[in-house]
């Protein structure tokens, strides 16, 4: 059984930043493709970033592009999210998730395994 656990997140002003982190236990870490995402109170879930297993390309989601970094260290099992010039509309909680293979996906049906979410709220 794979467990993601999220820390890192908060209240923090417009324009401001946050990094967040997913600490994984339970499979081979490198090899897997790990994302992020948010849900806004109301609204879907929606695809954030993700790198994949093999080679650790970067994706974004259009909305955070330029301003969120996702990385990972694979010693330590351990995904991360930069977030910089935030924006009241970042606000949401997000959660980290495990893909089944090396390649991503957008859509949250295809994540295999999600962490319990945490909290980002942007204020203006």
């Known amino acids: 059984q794979v467990r993601l656990v999220e820390s890192g997140g908060g209240l923090v002003q417009d324009g401001g930043s946050l990094r967040l982190s997913c600490a994984a236990s339970?499979?081979?870490?490198?090899?897997?493709?790990m994302g992020w995402f948010r849900q806004a109170p109301g609204k879907e879930r929606l695809f954030v970033a993700a790198m994949t297993g093999i080679g650790g390309n970067a994706y974004y989601a259009d909305s955070v592009a330029g301003r969120f970094t996702i990385s990972r260290d694979n010693a330590k099992n351990t995904v991360y999210l930069q977030m910089g010039s935030l924006k009241p509309e970042d606000t949401a909680v997000y959660y980290c998730?495990?893909?089944?293979?090396?390649?991503?996906?957008?859509?949250?049906?295809?994540?295999?395994?999600w962490g319990q979410g945490t909290q980002v709220s942007v204020s203006s």
């Open positions: 339970g499979r081979t870490f490198s090899a897997y493709a």
């Open positions: 998730a495990a893909y089944g293979g090396h390649g991503f996906s957008r859509r949250p049906v295809d994540v295999v395994y």
